[in-house]
């Protein structure tokens, strides 16, 4: 998991979202791939076509490992997208082919 | 047919080569269009440094110098489209096509382009790599830079390159640092340097902020391992342990979080999918797109910043400027006496920092047999999960190139577009057929360079 | 060592012959160009296909039949040889009609070649279905499709995997390889043929030039037809989806990775094997149409290949009357054609008995009398 550094500037506001259908706040400076890394860390992220469990590896659009479902739309990459208020983000921990 | 967009300069890229190129270009009254990916500009280095998120005190100097530059973008008159994502790249008349996607899908025709779209980090397989709790360590610096986020476990670090160690320093200022620094470059990068001692010289500041940082993690306690040959991370849903050999020995120590890095090399794809000419160029240990002294790639295109050759931030933003001087001259169709000033001194700057940089390239080298002695299973190909193994089983079947290798594996086919597995592919086939990385050559790229949907396609093409 | 024959093109035409040919006992060596170089066996759509087919030729469709029959010994075959799965399957297929019109044309063209064929009339089996009665087929199917002929014959593999195999069984059996090893000139010389590369002269008994587009220059040089030009296709392939139990179109299908492979156009690009904004576009938006859940779907390949068309668009088996013991083996159904051309192709090139066994197909066709 990580969290937010005590050093951290006050310069983020909050959003809302919705991560698995629950509700968090985190700072809208973050990407939705960096919010899940927050909320519930790398573990559980995604599952991928061959059953392995996946998680973002670089966080910068090249290696799409950080697809997510966001407002319902299947296989975002996750580091590309910035959260929003009210967004909804479902984990792929079951993969896609549930 | 759909109608394209018109811009008479179109930048790709908002990292320090693209900003100072969109700057430069609209202090002399012309005013480009830049894409980017991010939300806000910055790129790689800069990333969130608008609304920075943490102190200086924890990132260092280097962040900051961006400042000023971030500012001048935010001033200037450029039509910026942050958010969006060139998927498509193609060549057209003089100048060039590109699909966009702003929300949703658009056409562009731009007269000249300037590509800075950066590098990327390396792809660099080794057992488990794929196991979540793997993650580089530019994506651990791009979560604190987004929003100061910290690991809430003790990592290890391990690989090779000044990121490598930035960030762990980085973490030692913000109370985090890491339970272990494993270096893996090559062991006889010492004996390499002592033999370039002119290459030492021109590099000194590096080599003293590289000792500097190292003292100040042993000072904190944190164990820098130098020498280490093996790395593997093991677990079932996510790591739970790291393995590594130093000195002959493996060791195995329980850990959550692994975070790596084998150095940046140029993002290959869009220059790739105009078939712009690369060579390997043995000291970045990179495949380089090919231009000129003034970073021409055709007549009205030009490559600046890392996406042309890893030359650091503060030369990224020296090769937009100049980039821009290029565009002006091209736009005024003759030689611009009042730009050859300004030109000769960026020229100058430049390659002076390039000389220096050599040194960070001999003391970061990564060993050059590394993928061979990888266990067999070792993925190559993440996104079709193609392995070593499978890759040298393909190579003996007759597949004699990286193209018919990815027909018979489906190595590279997936959505990453083979960025993390191109490098190694071609290795593999250099090694086995005992060829150069030039004979070898790279996957022949086409788009979509990024991600697009076929609705979002669709809707275009019934407007 | 003493070579029976020589094949030039080590594409999915060229690797079936080889193949054949070892596997009677020849000794064989392909040669083949840099991987870079134009090759439709890397770009095609995986079709093991009869529908369409002879329009005009009722002998192609009889091949294409034959073809398709022996196609499912073939893959297993090669699969045991191998270990690749070819994930050849063939329950069937759809040719998709978007409007009343094409259904019309259609129909009209397939009852004409049944009129034309007597074995045709006979196991030729299709039916037309209307968009309701296809849903069962290809479920999902968009509102604004007016139907398709649907056909038992039809199947599809993996043309990449088939290839593999080609190449991994062809090895197996002790052919030589020689890949970036391009054929600069080619000539009968002392009773025997010469293949001149940058690699030096490469000798054997006979020649078979299986070039693709590549027969253009080389054909010629030993009185074969080098009447072959390019026609480009586009396709592009989506990320992979759920498998969905559904029949094959030329218009779409799922691969057995999951992708929706979407193709493919037929335009006349001269050899530029490229992509084009447009072309993508337009088939994104025929995707869509078909089946409106693929909205959604991220497109993660795109790419151009060059058939290679012959002026008739059927096959050419040509037999050199110049140059005895040379051939010339064009298709631009390389893939339907794999089991035939390993097979009975193999065999008749073996024989020496090309023009006897398959006239229809042969080069003179094309020779405008003077
Ligand atoms: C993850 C990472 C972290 C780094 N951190 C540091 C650091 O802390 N210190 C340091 O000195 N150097 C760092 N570097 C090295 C870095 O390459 C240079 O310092 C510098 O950022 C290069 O500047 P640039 O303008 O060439 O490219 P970049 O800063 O990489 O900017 C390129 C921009 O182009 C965008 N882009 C790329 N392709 C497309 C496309 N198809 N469509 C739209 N936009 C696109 C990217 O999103 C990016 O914003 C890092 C590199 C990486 C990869
Ligand atoms: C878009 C598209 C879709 C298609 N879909 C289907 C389908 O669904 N079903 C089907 O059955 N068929 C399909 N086809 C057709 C099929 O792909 C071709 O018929 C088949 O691949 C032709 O194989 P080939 O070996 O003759 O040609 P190629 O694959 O082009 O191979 C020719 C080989 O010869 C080599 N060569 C050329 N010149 C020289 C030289 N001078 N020296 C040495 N080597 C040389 C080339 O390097 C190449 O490897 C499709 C084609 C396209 C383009
Ligand atoms: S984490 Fe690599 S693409 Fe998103």
Known sequence: ?98 | MIESRHADIAIIGAGPAGMAAAVRLAEAGVHPVLFDLNATPGGQIYRQLGNPQVGAGVMGEEYQHGRSLVEAFARADIDYRPLSRVWWIGRKGTGYDLGVVQHRAQSWHAERLILASGAMERGWPFPGWQLPGVMTAGAAQILLKQGALLPGVSPVLAGSGPLLYLLAWQYLQAGQPPALVLDLASASRYRALLRQPRRAWHGRNYLLKGVRMIAALRRAGVPVLLGVDGIQAEGREAVERVRYRHRGHWKTLPAALLLTHFGVVPEPQLARSLAIPHRWETGQQAFLPERSEVLAVEERLWVAGDGGGIGGAINAEREGRLAALEVLQSLAGKAQDGLARERAALQRARRRDLEARRLLETLFRLPGDWLEVQPEDTLVCRCESVSRGEVERAITQGAAGPNQLKAFTRCGMGPCQGRQCGESVARLLAHRTAQSMDAIGYYHIRPPVHSVTLGELAAQQET | MRQDFLIVGGGVVGMAVAYGLARAGQRVTVLDERDDALRASRGNAGLTWVQGKGIGMPRYAELSLDAVQAWPAFAEELQARTGVDLQYERRGGVDLCLDADEAETRQAEYRTLQTVSPRLAREFEWQYLHRDELLEHLPGLGERVHGGTWSPHDGHCNPLYLLRALYAASLDLGVTLHPATPVQSVARRAGRFVATTPRGDIEAERIVIAAGLGAQTLAPMLGLSGAVRPLRGQIIVTERLPLIDQLPTPQIRQTASGGYLIGDTHEDAGFDKGVTLNMVNALAAKAVRIFPRLSQARLVRAWGALRVMTPDGNPLYEASKACPGAYNINCHSGITLAAFHAGDLARAILDDCLSQDFPQFSGERFHVPA
């Open chain 1, 1 to 98: 998991m990580f969290r937010r550094s005590p050093h951290a500037c006050q310069t983020a506001s909050q959003v809302q979202i919705r991560v698995d259908g629950i509700a968090v706040s985190v700072p809208d400076t973050l990407s939705v791939a960096a919010a899940v890394l927050q909320v519930h860390g790398w573990q559980g992220y995604r599952r991928h076509h061959d059953g392995s469990p996946r998680a973002p590896l670089c966080l910068m659009g090249s290696c799409h490992d950080c697809l997510i479902t966001v407002d319902g739309q299947p296989n975002r990459q996750g580091c590309l997208v910035p959260v929003a208020e009210g967004m909804q983000v479902e984990r792929q921990g079951g993969g896609r082919h549930d």
